[in-house]
C-alpha cells in the first residue's frame, strides 16, 4: 500500500513532535519540512529534505496533507488559507474567539482548491472539544466545566518575562483539586475564575532587581493574574533550566448532567488528560487527523473541517472490521 | 422545524429511559411504541400510543427512527436485521464476540431497504468504544485498559440467582482502585483478571437454606466468579429492594502511551463514567444516535454503522457554526 505523504511547516517543538509521532504511524511517510528561516541552517533529527516556505507550491503535487506547525497569532492566521488552496492541511488553530472568521478563509481556499483542511486539531481545541461534543448531546441537562493543568502556559510566562526587573519566567495554570471534586459529585457548583485555577509562577530576577516589586507587578497584572491565586517563587537560572525544561500539561473535560423523569438522576462524564510533553501530545493528534485529511479528500469531502466532523474510523489505521472486532 | 419521529420497540429499563430522554430533545418526538405483549397492558408514561410489535411495519412511513430496547441474547438477533428493513434504527447489541456477524446481518437488510441503522449503541459498547478508538488512533505506542463499575452486571445477577437456595440475589462489579492508580501512572502493569475487578454480591437465601454452602457455590463457579476475589453479604429481600434497586454503573477506559523519539515520554488519557442509572444513561446515548441516524439516511448513508463510522457533529441538534463557536 501506497504510505500517506506528509509534510510539515515549521520546525519548532511542534514540528519536531510531527517528525517523532509519523515514525510511530507506518502508513505514513515525512516528505519535506518547510522553513522559513535559511534551508541549509535546519537539520531536521530525520534527515528529510528541507525547503523554503516560498517553495511550497512546487511541491504540491509531491505531498497528501501538509502539517502545518505555525502559531495561531501571526502564522496561522496568514498560512492557514494559503496552504489550504495548495495542499490539504491540518492545523492547530487555538485563538477561540477568531475560529469563525479563520474557518471561513480556510474553508473558501480550501473548496476553490478541491482540499480538504482540519482546523483547530489537539486537545483543546482537539480532543477536550470532542469530549465536550459528546458528553453536550448525551447529557442536554447539564453543565460542562474545563480544567487546565498543571502545565505551562506560554502566554503567561511571555507577560511575566515582560515585567521589569524579570530575566526568565515560567508560569504554571494549576486546577484548584477541591473544585474538581465537588464538580465530580455532581453538584454543579457555580465557580469563580479564582475558584477554578491557581497560577504558579517561577521567575529569574535579574541581579539587583527589587523582588517585593516583582511579586507585586505580577500578581496585580490585569487579565493575566489579578483574578487568580498568584504564587510566585525566585529561582536561578540553572534551577529553571533543570527542573523546568519539561512542558507536561494536562486537564480535564468533566460534564455534570441528569436524567429521568424530573431529571433526578446524577449522570457525569468525565475525560482527563495527564501529559508528559504538550507539543509531542498535540503532534500526534495532529498526525492521526492528517490521515482523516487524506481520506476525506479522496472521498471529495472538500473544504474547511472541524475534528467534530470528522468520523472516528477515519482516524484508525485500521480496517472497519479490525475496528469493530478490537476496539467497539 | 419538522421533528424527528421517533418509535420504541420494547418497554423495560431502556425503553423507558428513551422514552424519558426524548423529553430531553426537543426536535424529537415520541410517536409509537411497540410491545409484544398485548398492547393494552402497556401503559407508557408519557401516554404514546401502544401497537404490536407484529404491526410495526404499517407504520413505517410514520416513524423516522426506530430504537430498539430489546435484549442481546435474543432479541436483537431477530429483531435488528427485521426492523432494519422497514426503519432506520439504533440499538445496543453488546454481545461482543458475535457483533461481526450481526454487522453483516443488519447490514444486509439495511442497505436493501435504503435505510440507515447504528449498532452497539451505549457506553461499553458505544462511548467506551469512541475512546478506546481515539487513544488508540492518537498514541499508537501504547496499552488501554478498560475497568467497569461500581456497577451491577445483570449476567452475573442471573448467575447467582440459580444457585441452589438463593431467592434473589444482586451482583456488582468493582474496579481495584490500586489497579487503575497503577495504570494511572503510567507503569503498563500486566494485570490479570483477578487484579482488576472484585465481585461483591447481596443474596438473599431461601429460609433454612445452607448459607455456607450457597456462598461456596458462588465463589467457585468457573467463569463467573472462580477467576475473582468475590464477597457474599447474606441480606433480607427488604434490604435488597430498599439498598440496591438503583442501577449504577461506569467505570475508566485509560490509554498509556508513550511519545517522543525514543517514546520516553508518558503520556495518559482516560475517560470515566460515574452514573447514577444505567439503562437511563445507555438510553440517553441511543436518542443522541437516533438524531444521527436519521441525517445519515438523509445524505444517503445507508447501511449498518457503529459509533465509530458516525462524526461527532451529527450527534448533535446545534448547527455546525454553533458547535464551533460553543464546544470547538
Known amino acids: 500500500?501506497?504510505?500517506?505523504?506528509?509534510?510539515?511547516?515549521?520546525?519548532?517543538?511542534?514540528?519536531?513532535?510531527v517528525e517523532m509521532a509519523i515514525?510511530?504511524?507506518?502508513?505514513?511517510?515525512?516528505?519535506?519540512l518547510f522553513t522559513r528561516r535559511d534551508p541549509k541552517t535546519v537539520k531536521p533529527a530525520s534527515g528529510i529534505p528541507v525547503y523554503s516556505t516560498n517553495d511550497a507550491k512546487t511541491k504540491k503535487d509531491e505531498i497528501d496533507?501538509?502539517?502545518?506547525?505555525?502559531?495561531?497569532?501571526?502564522?496561522?492566521p496568514v498560512q492557514g488559507p494559503e496552504f489550504a488552496s495548495l495542499f490539504n492541511t491540518i492545523d492547530s488553530f487555538d485563538t477561540h474567539?477568531?475560529?469563525?472568521?479563520?474557518?471561513?478563509?480556510?474553508?473558501?481556499a480550501a473548496k476553490a482548491a478541491g482540499k480538504t483542511s482540519i482546523i483547530s486539531v489537539g486537545w483543546d481545541p482537539g480532543l477536550f472539544s470532542l469530549s465536550r461534543a459528546y458528553a453536550d448531546c448525551v447529557l442536554p441537562d447539564g453543565n460542562t466545566y474545563t480544567f487546565w493543568g498543571k502545565g505551562v502556559s506560554q502566554g503567561h510566562s511571555d507577560a511575566i518575562r515582560r515585567v521589569k526587573g524579570v530575566k526568565n519566567a515560567i508560569q504554571y495554570t494549576v486546577p484548584?483539586?477541591?473544585?474538581?471534586?465537588?464538580?465530580?459529585?455532581?453538584?454543579?457548583?457555580?465557580?469563580?475564575?479564582?475558584?477554578?485555577?491557581?497560577?504558579?509562577?517561577?521567575?529569574?530576577?535579574?541581579?539587583?532587581a527589587d523582588?517585593?516589586?516583582?511579586?507585586?507587578?505580577i500578581k496585580t497584572m490585569p487579565n493575566y493574574f489579578s483574578d487568580y491565586d498568584t504564587t510566585v517563587h525566585f529561582i536561578t537560572e540553572e534551577e529553571l533550566r533543570r527542573d523546568h525544561s519539561a512542558m507536561p500539561h494536562g486537564g480535564f473535560v468533566i460534564r455534570s448532567g441528569r436524567t429521568g423523569a424530573n431529571g433526578e438522576t446524577p449522570q457525569i462524564i468525565e475525560y482527563a488528560l495527564?501529559?508528559?510533553?504538550?507539543?509531542?501530545?498535540?503532534?500526534?493528534?495532529?498526525?492521526?487527523?492528517?490521515?482523516?485529511?487524506?481520506?476525506?479528500?479522496?472521498?471529495?469531502?472538500?473544504?474547511a473541517k472541524s475534528v467534530l466532523d470528522v468520523a472516528?474510523?477515519?482516524?484508525?489505521?485500521k480496517s472497519g472490521e479490525t475496528l469493530r472486532k478490537e476496539l467497539l
Open 1 to 17: 500500500m501506497d504510505k500517506i505523504r506528509i509534510g510539515i511547516a515549521g520546525y519548532g517543538n511542534l514540528g519536531r513532535g
Open 23 to 32: 515514525a510511530q504511524n507506518p502508513d505514513m511517510e515525512l516528505v519535506a
Open 65 to 76: 496533507v501538509l502539517i502545518l506547525c505555525g502559531g495561531s497569532a501571526t502564522d496561522l
Open 97 to 108: 474567539a477568531k475560529i469563525p472568521e479563520y474557518f471561513a478563509a480556510v474553508d473558501k
Open 176 to 208: 484548584v483539586p477541591s473544585a474538581i471534586e465537588e464538580v465530580r459529585k455532581g453538584t454543579n457548583p457555580a465557580l469563580t475564575t479564582r475558584e477554578k485555577h491557581t497560577r504558579e509562577c517561577y521567575v529569574v530576577a535579574e541581579e539587583g
Open 211 to 217: 523582588k517585593a516589586q516583582i511579586e507585586h507587578d
Open 274 to 303: 495527564n501529559l508528559g510533553s504538550n507539543p509531542q501530545f498535540t503532534s500526534s493528534v495532529l498526525v492521526a487527523y492528517a490521515r482523516a485529511a487524506y481520506r476525506m479528500n479522496k472521498n471529495g469531502d472538500c473544504g
Open 312 to 317: 472516528p474510523a477515519l482516524l484508525s489505521a
